[in-house]
């Protein structure tokens, strides 16, 4: 029998399910199903580690970015490399959306935070990332997904469903 991440063996041969004691979830949804697989489990991952670790979720978030704008063709080293490139992006059909645009870079601040020991130079107190920080980089990862996944699914849904009714109809399919 194979365990899950949530399940030990117990002392008298027994299988113990973690989730039964202490349930973990997350009251956001998980990613949408457009999302490849290996990016949705991070962003499930962030979700459900929110309550527990804003610097986990926020880190987890970071990740999941990079692998989002690798994805999307930006293949530079460090992921303030692959913003800069994807900010700077003049292909329409790549380019983010303007409000997407403005806050994209968030996350690899917040990220930052979590994953570095940065200190606020007045008080030299580390810089920790707070919950509601965490929760807005899922926001803007909601965001990012609409454009990179979610959208072109939709319209690709569309065109097709469309396609096969200008075809039955004997009609060219749209441009």
């Known amino acids: 029998m194979r365990l899950g991440q949530t399940?030990?063996?117990?002392?008298a041969g027994g299988v113990?399910?973690?989730?039964?004691?202490?349930?973990?979830?997350s009251r956001r949804p998980p990613a949408p199903?457009?999302?490849?697989?290996?990016?949705?489990d991070d962003y499930?991952?962030?979700?459900?580690?929110?309550?527990?670790?804003?610097?986990?979720s926020a880190?987890?978030?970071r990740r999941c970015l990079q692998s989002v704008l690798h994805g999307a063709g930006y293949l530079q080293k460090d992921l303030s490399k692959?913003?800069?490139?994807?900010?700077?992006?003049?292909?329409?059909?790549?380019?983010l959306p303007s409000g997407v645009h403005t806050i994209v870079d968030t996350i690899r601040n917040f990220g930052n935070f979590s994953a570095h020991k940065i200190t606020d130079q007045t008080s030299l107190q580390v810089i920790d990332v707070e919950p509601h920080?965490?929760?807005?980089?899922?926001?803007v990862l909601d965001s990012v997904f609409d454009h990179y996944y979610v959208k072109p699914a939709l319209a690709a849904a569309i065109k097709a469903a469309l396609d096969a009714k200008l075809a039955a109809a004997r009609k060219p399919?749209?441009?």
């Open 173 to 175: 399919p749209v441009k």
């Open 133 to 139: 920080e965490a929760e807005f980089c899922l926001d």
């Open 16 to 25: 113990f399910d973690w989730n039964q004691v202490h349930p973990i979830g």
């Open 33 to 40: 199903k457009a999302v490849p697989k290996d990016i949705a």
């Open 82 to 95: 692959q913003i800069d490139a994807a900010l700077a992006e003049t292909d329409t059909t790549k380019a």
């Open 59 to 61: 880190a987890l978030s």
């Open 44 to 56: 499930n991952e962030a979700a459900i580690v929110l309550s527990l670790s804003a610097k986990a």
């Open 7 to 11: 399940e030990i063996r117990n002392g």
